[in-house]
């Protein structure tokens, strides 16, 4: 029966038995610990009469909120866009390395198992940035969606909060930036399409690894390798500017797959490539750690050990300039071969800048037309 407890120091949190396995299959986190801002910690423990057998599994749930406002912005040097939309919170990929995974404490939920199960879906996006893309001081600017949370998640195909912003980008003509590991991106060709051929869309698809069964593991419900790399092609082929982004390189894992990835990504017709070394903030590095332990706990050491060298001794270091890359010999080292092989491909040749120009808020229903 859940059991409730003090705040405990992270050494012992992590000692804790995670979560049956039947009732968090096709998760990505191994245990669902209470955020950092709540007063007490549950812990889910068998009482000796078998009742932790008789918890349901982790369904999806999703609950709808109605921010007032839907475009974000930041002033990170280190990020190229200065505007961002997040139609969903909570992503059901559940990529065990997301660094978004921590947001999930300010809704009073766990950056475990919550965030890939119960979800926040903005409804009123589309409404709210019409709104916003119309107010008489907006000045144009790239809007990337999918930064934080993936906008083509399961829910996408059923709620399709993502392609009602694609509408309102299109009649507006407002540039886009795309970043997603879903294979729905291809859903939205016809959008898209018109909008590249006007220089308004790019998209990235995220390519972690080629190793299926790593993948798996490591973003159970996102589209397989194979899908994303095919999605790359098909909206290449619609003439939609496309790249692939590896990431996060994760030492000892994934970092001897890189050559591999930009080589199928050209081989997809990819332009551009890009990517992030693995970032640990607050509770995703206590979730990571769980999750080596559970499927990898040979590699557990060498991989934090590497982690660490590249971010200063520490598990991450969000300074500037380093906390994308990261530092020393070893980050070095990455940057470098990641290098080599986009130059050896022909990759990044040349960078896709979206135009601003052609933005134009379009009249509305009642509005008197110029008579010149």
Known sequence: MPRIDERMPVIERLAERGVDHDRRRGRGAVTNPSGRYEPIARVDEDDGWGSSEELPPFKTHVTVETPRSIISHNESPDIPFDQSINPYRGCEHGCIYCFARPTHAYMGLSPGLDFESRLFAKENAALLLERELSAKNYKPKLIAIGTNTDPYQPIERERQIMRSLL???????????????????????????????????????????????????????ASTPMKRLEAVKELNQAGIPTGVMVAPIIPSL????????????????????????????????????????????????HVLGLVKDAHGGVDYRPRFGERMRGEG??????AQRFKVACERLSLNQERLRVRTDLFKVPPKAGDQMSLF
């Not at 294979?183 to 790019?202: Q, S, Y």
């Not at 206590?286 to 590699?299: A, C, K, N, S, T």
């Not at 010999?329 to 990455?334: C, D, H, S, T």
């Open 329 to 334: 010999v070893y980050a070095a080292l990455i």
């Open 254 to 301: 994934n970092d001897h797959e890189i050559e591999k990835i930009l080589e199928a990504a050209k081989a997809a017709k990819a332009q551009e490539a890009n990517y992030i070394f693995l970032r640990l903030p607050l509770e995703l590095k206590d979730l990571f750690r769980e999750w080596l332990q559970d499927h990898y706990p040979g590699r557990l050491n």
């Open 167 to 221: 509408e309102v980008l299109n009649r507006f003509n407002h540039p886009v930036g795309i970043v997603t590991k879903s294979a729905l991106v291809t859903r939205d060709i016809d959008l898209l399409a018109p909008m590249a051929a006007k220089g308004l869309a790019k998209v990235y698809l995220s390519v972690t690894t080629l190793d299926s069964t790593l993948a798996r593991t490591m973003e159970p419900r």
